[in-house]
């Protein structure tokens, strides 16, 4: 079956940098497109970033672009995340998520891993 | 202020219909992007409900239904359970931001 697991979360100051992982199985993990989606404390969803199968292409939301990374080894499995210059507003909980095939919907989302920037 | 606009909460009596709706622009769902739909329960993972405006993923009950006109879209529920009780929201692709974007959610309470 699908599984995401992400990892990588937890406390780090304000200007410091994290990076999260998400490891995937139960599918062919090169064959997909994957996303970041984020959620801060009592907000909706915001798109983070995505990327094609092969990483030829990305996409980053204007909020974090220049900031944030996304990048992927497909002979790991693995989806990346890495965050520089963290701010405040950044403190979400961070999904990774497959792109269903021929859509920009997310059909499988991992449990989520807790970024907090705080001093 | 998210890019689509939603409903911040809606409410039924279980086995009632209930409607949520997405509301757009031009450089998103009246561009002609697709609009796809999630169910949120706090401390879960998102789960797909509605993708392509109108299909159902397989093992989603047929009491979900989508539907899309002009720069607007809408979920519909009928036959409502207790378990519906979650945040709902909508996304599709903004062609002025190259990215996608979601709906602010809807907190549907089941009463």
């Known amino acids: 079956q699908v599984q995401l697991v992400e990892s990588g979360g937890g406390l780090v100051k304000p200007g410091g940098s994290l990076r999260l992982s998400c490891a995937a199985s139960g599918f062919t993990f090169s064959d997909y497109y994957m996303d970041w989606i984020r959620q801060a404390p009592g907000k909706g969803l915001e798109w983070v970033s995505y990327i094609s199968s092969t990483g030829t292409t990305i996409r980053s939301a204007d909020s974090v672009k220049g900031r944030f990374t996304i990048s992927r080894d497909n002979a790991k499995n693995s989806l990346y995340l890495q965050m520089n210059s963290l701010r405040a507003d950044d403190t979400a909980v961070y999904y990774c998520?497959?792109?269903?095939?021929?859509?920009?919907?997310?059909?499988?989302w991992g449990q989520g891993t807790l970024v907090t920037v705080s001093s | 202020q998210s890019v689509l606009t939603q409903p911040p909460s809606v409410s039924g009596a279980p086995g009632q219909r209930v409607t949520i709706s997405c509301t757009g622009s031009?450089?998103?769902?009246?561009?002609?992007?697709?609009v796809h739909w999630y169910q949120h329960l706090p401390g879960t993972a998102p789960k797909l409900l509605i993708y392509?405006?109108?299909n159902r993923p397989s093992g989603v009950p047929d009491r979900f239904s989508g539907s899309k006109s002009g720069t607007s879209a809408s979920l519909a529920i009928t036959g409502l359970q207790t378990e519906d009780e979650a945040d709902y929201y909508c996304?599709?692709?903004?062609?002025?931001?190259?990215?996608?974007?979601f709906g602010g959610g809807t907190k549907l309470t089941v009463l």
């Open positions: 031009y450089s998103n769902i009246g561009a002609g992007y697709d």
């Open positions: 392509g405006n109108i």
């Open positions: 996304q599709s692709y903004d062609s002025s931001l190259s990215g996608s974007v």
């Open positions: 998520a497959r792109r269903k095939v021929g859509s920009s919907s997310c059909d499988y």
